[in-house]
C-alpha cells in the first residue's frame, strides 16, 4: 500500500508546522532543560514522533514502525559501530600507558593547551573528518583531548566546535557529490560553490573554538599561530574544491594545516604557556609557565614516542584507506547486500513543491560490514593491540569491556537515528522545512538556516541535502536566485548543525566519558552552533545580492 505525504494536515500551516516541531522540542527540552538522560529522552523524542507521524500526519503505523526499525539499523551500523570501535582503540592505548606517553609527546610539540587544542581538535580532526565522517573526528579528537587532561566539558564542546570547517567535504566529499546527484547540479560547480562559501569559516572557526575555550585576550595572545592553521586550511581547501571537486578536500586542507602549524610551532612560542585544561569554563586565567612554549624533556625515548603514536598513525592510514573508492569497491565485491527496506521501500511518495512531480522514496539499507569505516578503526584497533602485546583473549576481553560500557550511549544512538529517519519518511521534517521556504526576500538567509535545521534533525550533512536539496533547487528558481548557490548554501550552512545534532552529542559525551551530561554539551554548544549559522547565512545572503559578492556566483 503507497502513501503520500501530507505537509498541512491540519489545513493550518502554522499549527501544522508547530506539531512537526514537537518531536524537536520533546528531545531538545528533555536534554538541555529538564537534564533528562540521554536515552531516555531519546526514547521521548521517538515516541512523540511516533504519535506525530500517525495521528497527526497520517502515516500508516506498519510504515511508522519500518521507518523507525531502519534509523535504529542506521543508528548501529555505521554510526555505533563507529563509536564502540574507537573507544575499543582508546581503552587498549590507555590500559598499556601508551596514551600517557602520546600525551607528553604532544606537549613536548607544545606545552600550551590552546595549541594543543588548536592542533588536535581542528587539525586533526579536519582529517579524521574528511577521510571517515559519520562522527569518527569527534570520537576520536575528544578521546585524545582527555587523555590530555582536558576537563570532559572542554573535550566534549570544543570537539564539537572544531568540528565544522570540514563538514561539507566529509567521507571524501560525500555530502557535495550526494548533493549533486539529488539536484541534478554539476558537482563541480556545487564543490566550488561551498568551497567559496565556506573559505571565510575555515579561518574564523579555529579564532571561534579558542575565544570559546580561553577567551578573546587569552586567543589574541596566540593569533599568529591560530591565523596559520586557519589559512593554511582555508587555502587549500579553496584551491581543491574549485580545481579538483570535492573528495579529497577535507584531507589535503587538514594535513597542509597540521604541517604548516607544527612547523610554525619550531619557529615561534607564546611569550606565556596557557596551561588550563578547563579554560575560562572554570573561570581560569593564562598561567605563566616561562618564556617558551617548548615542554621540558619528557624522558621518554623516540621509540617509546613511537610506539605510543603507532595505533593512532594506524587508524589515520587506515581510516583513510577505508574511505577511498577503490577500496570500498574491493570489499563491497567481498560482501555488502543491499537490503530493500520491508513495508518502506517505494511506498512513500514525496509530493511537490518539494519534487516537481510526485516521487516515490526508495529505502534501502547497505549493510557493507566490510567496508565501513568502523569496520577500519577495528582492524587498527586490533592490529594495535597485538603490537602492544595483548592476547587475543585480553582484546576480546577489553571489547567487552568497552560494549557494555557504551551500552545506554549505543540506545541513545539507535533510538536518536530512529526518531531521525522516521521524521524523515512521514514528511515531519519537510514540513517545518516548508516554512522556511516562504520567507521571500530573506530566503538566502532562512534557506541556510535550512540545512543548519537539517543537519540538527538528521545528524548528516548528506542526509541533510538529501532531504531539503531539492526544495532549495526549487525555491530558488521560484524566486529568481541562484539555484547554485541555495543547494550549495544548504551544505554549508548544515555544517553548523553538526555540533547540536543529538547524535554527535552522544559520541562527545560516549567519548570523553561525559555519559549524563548531554544536556549540559548541548547547551554550552548551541549558542555557537546558531551564531555560526546566521553567519553563513549572512555570506550567502550578500553573495545572493550585494556586488561584489554575487561575482563569486556560480551559475
Known amino acids: 500500500m503507497m502513501w503520500s505525504h501530507v505537509y498541512d494536515p491540519l489545513g493550518n500551516p502554522w499549527l501544522s508546522t508547530l506539531c512537526a516541531a514537537l518531536p524537536i522540542i520533546v528531545l531538545l527540552g528533555a536534554l538541555g532543560i529538564f537534564h533528562i538522560k540521554a536515552h531516555i529522552a531519546a526514547m521521548m523524542g521517538l515516541i512523540t514522533s ?41 581503552q587498549l592505548t590507555e590500559r598499556k600507558g601508551q596514551f600517557a606517553i602520546l600525551r607528553e609527546s604532544i606537549t613536548g610539540v607544545t606545552q600550551d593547551r590552546r595549541l594543543q587544542l588548536l592542533l588536535i581538535a581542528f587539525c586533526f580532526g579536519a582529517f579524521f573528518e574528511g577521510a571517515g565522517g559519520f562522527g569518527t573526528p569527534v570520537a576520536v579528537t575528544g578521546a585524545m583531548l582527555i587523555g590530555l587532561g582536558f576537563s570532559p566539558l572542554a573535550a566534549s564542546g570544543l570537539s564539537l566546535i572544531a568540528n565544522t570547517a570540514p563538514v561539507a567535504y566529509g567521507a571524501l566529499g560525500t555530502p557535495i557529490t550526494t548533493l549533486a546527484k539529488v539536484t541534478g547540479i554539476d558537482v563541480m560547480l556545487i564543490s566550488s560553490m561551498v568551497g567559496r562559501q565556506m573559505t571565510i569559516f575555515a579561518i574564523i572557526v579555529p579564532f571561534w573554538l579558542l575565544i570559546a575555550f580561553c577567551g578573546w585576550k587569552n586567543t589574541i595572545r596566540i593569533w599568529p599561530a591560530v591565523l596559520v592553521a586557519g589559512l593554511s586550511f582555508a587555502i587549500p581547501q579553496l584551491l581543491v574544491s574549485n580545481l579538483m571537486g570535492p573528495e579529497l578536500v577535507a584531507v589535503i586542507a587538514s594535513v597542509c594545516s597540521i604541517a604548516a602549524l607544527v612547523f610554525f610551532l619550531k619557529v615561534w612560542h607564546p611569550k606565556e604557556v596557557y596551561t588550563s585544561t578547563a579554560g575560562t569554563m572554570a573561570g581560569a586565567a593564562a598561567e605563566a609557565a616561562g618564556n617558551t612554549g617548548l615542554q621540558p624533556k619528557h624522558g621518554y625515548s623516540t621509540g617509546d614516542v613511537i610506539r605510543a603514536w603507532l595505533p593512532w598513525l594506524i587508524l589515520s592510514v587506515l581510516v583513510f584507506a577505508w574511505g577511498s573508492p577503490s577500496m570500498k569497491k574491493l570489499l563491497d565485491s567481498i560482501f555488502t547486500l543491499d537490503i530493500q527496506w520491508p513495508g518502506l521501500h517505494n511506498l512513500v511518495q514525496k509530493m511537490p513543491p518539494v519534487v516537481a512531480k510526485p516521487h516515490l522514496e526508495a529505502a534501502i539499507y547497505k549493510l557493507n560490514l566490510l567496508s565501513t569505516t568502523g569496520t577500519g578503526i577495528l582492524v587498527a584497533g586490533i592490529l594495535s593491540g597485538l603490537i602492544m602485546g595483548y592476547r587475543p583473549s585480553e582484546l576480546i576481553k577489553v571489547y567487552g569491556q568497552t560494549f557494555w560500557s557504551l551500552r545506554y550511549s549505543l540506545i541513545t544512538i539507535v533510538a536518536m537515528l530512529a526518531l531521525g529517519y522516521l521524521t524523515r519518511y512521514s514528511g515531519v521534517d519537510i514540513t517545518l522545512g516548508l516554512a522556511f521556504s516562504h520567507t521571500g526576500v530573506l530566503y538566502p538567509f532562512f534557506g541556510t538556516l535550512l540545512g543548519w535545521l537539517g543537519v540538527a534533525l538528521t545528524g548528516s550533512d548528506t542526509a541533510a541535502n538529501v532531504l531539503f536539496g531539492g526544495l532549495q533547487k526549487a525555491s530558488a528558481t521560484q524566486l529568481g536566485l541562484s539555484p547554485v548557490l541555495m543547494t550549495s548554501a544548504n551544505s554549508a550552512g548544515g555544517v553548523m548543525g553538526k555540533m547540536i545534532d543529538a547524535q554527535s552529542i552522544v559520541v562527545a559525551s560516549t567519548a570523553t566519558q561525559y555519559y549524563g551530561k548531554e544536556g549540559v554539551i548541548l547547551r554550552y554548544v548551541f549558542f555557537h552552533s546558531l551564531a555560526l549559522a546566521c553567519l553563513v547565512g549572512l555570506v550567502v545572503t550578500a553573495m545572493a545580492y550585494l556586488p561584489p559578492f554575487t561575482l563569486l556566483v556560480l551559475h
Open 50 to 90: 511516533l504519535v506525530v507521524a500517525i495521528g497527526i500526519f497520517g502515516m500508516p503505523g506498519s510504515m511508522a514502525l519500518s521507518a523507525t526499525l531502519m534509523g535504529a539499523a542506521n543508528g548501529l551500523l555505521p554510526i555505533g559501530w563507529i563509536i564502540l570501535n574507537v573507544i575499543f582503540l582508546y
